[in-house]
């Protein structure tokens, strides 16, 4: 047993050395993320804020747009709450901006980057600002997450007497700090390990390999004919972030040539039941079509109208009865990863989680300090067959975690090699 305990502990220490930098960076830009609306409202108040009058056309309100900052107006997102409207401007230049608008004049209150400050947020959230190495990173964190969970779970098992939950000593003390850090991780390890999985559908090999999988197995969207992704088609591909999980790669429907306007592309989408919260991207280019993605709160939100640019037919209503078992499943997930499924409830809860990773990831260096004197035998030893099959297990199913796990390996095997002489 001491053999195993050591074995196990050595994992779980090199998975913190690994990903609690890294933790404490996803726990505070997710809790910023958590409070999203609220964020926007004290940063932009001055342009959020609107009078009461019905809404001018879509087509006069962006045209008054375009002439006032110059670009194309490639994506129009009304609130569910009386704020003002929000379009997305194609610039000359190749850059996007946010445009503030007032949809009783058409009015542009003011402009900011494309997404405004929170669009920063979840960049650094996701590290996308370091492009693939960036996605890599997070996909590596979140499995060693669930690795750490595991471990740290196995290593609070009482034993001996133990309490299960409670501190004892005194701060001086490492046992203090063994007992705050265990028992932080165990109330809220659920939690811990819950956003690590829900997370990883972002990911790139990860979530990838899922929503192939997902659509492989008639699990996912709804079958949707159309010559590409919007990620890889000729039309805007911005507009896939607009949309569910579920369909961010899916086949886009091919439209006909001419251009209905957008006001007469809403009616048809409000026709089929989008409600008012959503978000329009209009055709960047011949045949694209119009797309109207209501804005998801709850996963049972989802609801996507594609509409022929040029005649005006409704080429796709998918809603979240539409999609299959895997793919309600993961959308759930990322509702309340968010803190959105559920209310108010839920995001104090993954706030809460975020708030029990920034304590674990303060007390897990102090008990490294009171302990080094020691020796912390750093890379992992020999480990049971039982242990060893479970972190192959985790391996393959994350691969780039798993990559790591052979580094750490390799690392090991030369030591005593080194070590033997």
């Not at 958590?34 to 001018?56: G, H, M, N, S, T």
């Not at 008054?64 to 230049?93: I, K, Y």
């Not at 088609?233 to 507009?239: I, L, M, P, Q, V």
């Amino acid at each position: 047993m001491d053999a195993l305990y050591r074995s196990v502990w050595r994992w779980h220490l090199v998975a913190g050395l690994l990903v609690l930098p890294f933790l404490a960076w996803l726990a505070v830009t997710g809790g910023l993320y958590l409070y999203k609306a609220e964020i926007e409202r004290a940063v932009y108040a001055d342009w959020l804020a609107v009078a009461p009058r019905a809404p001018l056309s879509l087509g006069t309100m962006t045209a008054r747009v375009e002439q006032a900052t110059g670009g194309r107006v490639a994506q129009v997102t009304r609130p569910a709450e009386r704020e003002s409207w929000r379009m997305t401007v194609a610039m000359a230049d190749g850059t996007r901006r946010t445009a503030f608008v007032d949809p009783g004049d058409g009015r542009v209150l003011g402009t900011t980057r494309a997404g405004g400050v929170m669009s920063v947020v979840r960049e650094l959230h996701s590290l996308i600002i370091a492009g693939p190495l960036g996605n890599a990173v997070i996909e590596i964190v979140a499995g060693w997450t669930i690795v750490l969970v595991l471990t740290g779970l196995w290593l609070w098992w009482p034993r001996g007497g133990a309490p299960a939950i409670g501190v004892r000593g005194k701060p001086r003390e490492r046992r203090f700090w063994r007992d705050l850090h265990a028992s932080t991780g165990i109330v809220a390890g659920a939690v811990i390990l819950f956003l690590a999985v829900t997370g990883m559908p972002w990911s790139g090999v990860w979530g990838r390999g899922l929503q192939g999988l997902v659509a492989a197995q008639g699990w996912g969207r709804p079958k949707s004919p159309g010559p590409a992704p919007w990620a890889a088609a000729k039309g805007d591909h911005h507009a896939a972030a607009t949309l569910p999980w579920s369909m961010q790669r899916a086949l886009v429907p091919a439209a006909s040539a001419g251009d209905i306007g957008p006001d007469r592309a809403l009616s048809v989408a409000r026709g089929r039941g989008v409600g008012d919260g959503w978000t329009m991207t209009l055709p960047a280019s011949p045949g694209a079509p119009y797309l109207v993605s209501a804005t998801i709160a709850r996963a049972d939100d989802a609801h996507v109208v594609y509409v022929d640019a040029g005649s005006g037919r409704l080429l796709q209503d998918a809603r979240a009865p539409d999609f299959g078992p895997g793919a309600r499943a993961i959308e759930w997930g990322i509702a309340t990863h968010q803190g959105q499924q559920y209310g108010e409830a839920n995001r104090l809860v993954m706030l809460a989680g975020c708030i029990a990773i920034l304590m674990l990831v303060a007390t897990a260096p102090v008990m490294w300090f009171k302990r080094r004197p020691r020796g912390l035998d750093l890379p992992p030893g020999r480990s049971g067959r039982g242990l060893t099959m479970l972190m192959a297990g985790a391996g393959l199913l994350f691969p780039l975690t798993g990559l790591t796990m052979l580094v750490a390996l390799v690392v090991a095997q030369a030591r005593r090699r080194l070590a033997s002489g």
